[in-house]
Nanobody, 117 residues
Framework: VQLQASGGGLVQEGASLRLSCVAS????????LGWFRQVPGKEREFVGS???????QYADFVKGRFTVSRDNAKKTVYLQMSNLKPEDTAVYYC????????????WGQGTQVTVSS
């Protein structure tokens, strides 16, 4: 599976942004899809994920502001971000796990999100 993330950019505090991640491969529907982010010098951190059955999980720091969704027909996972804060500035990565019992094995190249105050 190859993943291609896009949609990052420079926005002002309080703005919204939607990231997209398009996947290649045949078995997209069964994958757990996730978003992570990383700031230089820090560990990559989990943002949110969606399982094959649309069950979602989120990091506490984005609950109520970020939403993960997927379109299986387009083999695309989205991260809708609202009320963005400067501390959300990071490189955002999409990832895929073959099943809910696997770790995230496939990673996209990352897209930069910068939030100015």
């Amino acid at each position: 599976v190859q993943l291609q993330a896009s949609g990052g950019g420079l926005v002002q505090e309080g703005a919204s942004l939607r990231l997209s991640c398009v996947a290649s491969g045949r078995t997209f529907d069964s994958y757990t899809l996730g978003w992570f982010r990383q700031v230089p010098g820090k560990e990559r951190e989990f943002v949110g994920s969606m399982r094959w059955d649309d069950y979602t999980q989120y990091a506490d720091f984005v609950k109520g502001r970020f939403t993960v969704s997927r379109d299986n027909a387009k083999k695309t996972v989205y991260l809708q971000m609202s009320n963005l804060k400067p501390e959300d500035t990071a490189v955002y990565y999409c990832a895929a796990a073959p099943t809910m019992y696997h770790s995230f094995e496939f990673w996209g190249q990352g897209t930069q999100v910068t939030v100015s105050s």
